[in-house]
């Protein structure tokens, strides 16, 4: 056997086969190489190979000239099961920090189950289309109640459940479409802590099967507000309208496909494109690299691009916007508190070294000026390492 145990691929588009090595490794392949993999898969040898490979492809290629193309393209990445070429990192999770797991895969798939009914492709689509238009009455039409005139810790103990409720969902719907799904845990995005659910395997579906996996905490999400708002409807429970109305509003802010919330995502789905802020930046890096004023004032620059390379630079555009539109309006907000944070974040250390931190010591503002410093030198890095290139 020339490949890894437990090596898969399927179909992933039109042109493309996503190959599974493991359950945190995917690749994507085209169809030449996917043809050469499923000729190593079916051989027992690499001669055996070498002769498929010539027939199948209608080449002459000689033995020493095959295993170097095999090395080419598949060697480093786990694939081979006798791989001589050193260890390719692939793209590694970066965004979040501190992972903690709270729930193995089996706990997480039994929690799910209520949910998992829901997640039949043609149930989820009418539940959900149901579901938000009883939500969009709920915002519309009644007035939301001032928080004095609800618990307050009532209301967060019917909020901070969406979190687990929300990476349920993902959970049910790998369940429910029988692929393998990991556990839920914890973690900080930035410095904003949340909750994540481990489906990476949700690569080996269906275009359709990622697109309700990746909605699936939104809808788990959607669905709890409207329990909530039934509730509301029934008893006339304030503080149920209160949290009904707070996690419809919130849903809207997990569409953004700028940062790495569902709507992000979704669109990577929506559009086959996997990676989707690594790739965007790779072709506005390339742009601007051959964009000079030279250029410009000699008139030779012309627009010559795929449909997907124009969305990508359309995408890495906003996106940079939206980061500098993030920066510029936290800096307006909280110039003074900017720059004081150097002295409040010492002042906050020495209150943990005493154990003598409050709740109220760690603000909103604060996260916001930790986020532009975070933000803001990670920006500054990144054009500095663009600029050396």
Not at 220 to 245: P, R, T
Not at 268 to 283: E, F, G, Q, W
Request: with cysteine; net charge positive.
């Amino acid at each position: 056997m020339l490949l890894r145990e437990n090596i898969q691929i399927k179909p992933f588009d039109a042109n493309r086969n996503v190959l599974q090595v493991d359950e945190n490794r995917h690749f994507l392949l085209n169809q030449a190489t996917s043809d050469l993999v499923e000729i190593l898969s079916s051989s027992t040898n690499l001669m055996e190979a070498h002769r498929s490979f010539n027939t199948v492809f209608n080449h002459s290629l000689s033995y020493g000239a095959f295993t170097d193309l095999i090395d080419h393209k598949l060697g480093g990445y786990r694939i081979l099961k006798k791989d001589a070429i050193t260890l390719k990192p692939g793209i590694k999770n970066t965004y979040l920090k501190l992972k903690l797991p709270l729930l193995n895969a089996r706990i997480a798939q039994l929690l799910s189950l209520p949910l998992q009914p829901f997640f039949k492709p043609r149930v989820f689509w009418f539940s959900i289309a149901v579901i938000s238009l009883f939500l969009v009455g709920m915002v519309f039409g009644f007035a939301w109640p001032q928080l004095s005139q609800v618990n307050y810790l009532t209301l967060l103990f019917l909020i901070y459940p969406t979190m687990l409720i929300h990476e349920l969902g993902h959970i049910a719907a790998c369940a429910k479409a029988k692929l393998k799904h990991g556990g839920i845990g914890f973690g900080f995005y930035f410095v904003l802590p949340v909750m994540y659910a481990e489906i990476t395997n949700i690569w080996m579906g269906s275009k359709e099967q990622r697109i309700i996996a990746n909605l699936g905490g939104i809808f788990a999400e959607l669905l709890y507000a409207g329990v909530l708002g039934i509730i509301y409807l029934l008893f006339q429970s304030e503080v149920c309208l209160f949290a009904c109305i707070s996690i419809s509003t919130f849903v809207l802010w997990e569409f953004n496909p700028f940062v790495r919330f569902d709507g992000y995502w979704l669109l990577s789905d929506i559009t086959n494109t996997p990676n989707l802020v690594v790739r965007s930046k790779r072709v506005l890096l390339n742009v601007f690299s051959k964009t000079t004023f030279l250029n410009w004032k000699a008139n030779r620059f012309k627009i010559s691009a795929s449909p997907q390379a124009i969305f990508l630079f359309g995408y890495g555009l906003i996106n940079s916007f939206f980061i500098l539109l993030l920066l510029g309006y936290t800096f307006i907000t909280y110039q003074k508190e900017i720059i004081q944070f150097p002295v409040s974040l010492y002042q906050i250390l020495l209150k943990i070294s005493r154990w003598d931190l409050a709740i109220q010591d760690v603000n909103g503002a604060l996260l916001s000026i930790l986020l532009f410093y975070i933000l803001s030198i990670r920006y500054l890095i990144i054009q500095y390492k663009s600029l050396i290139k």
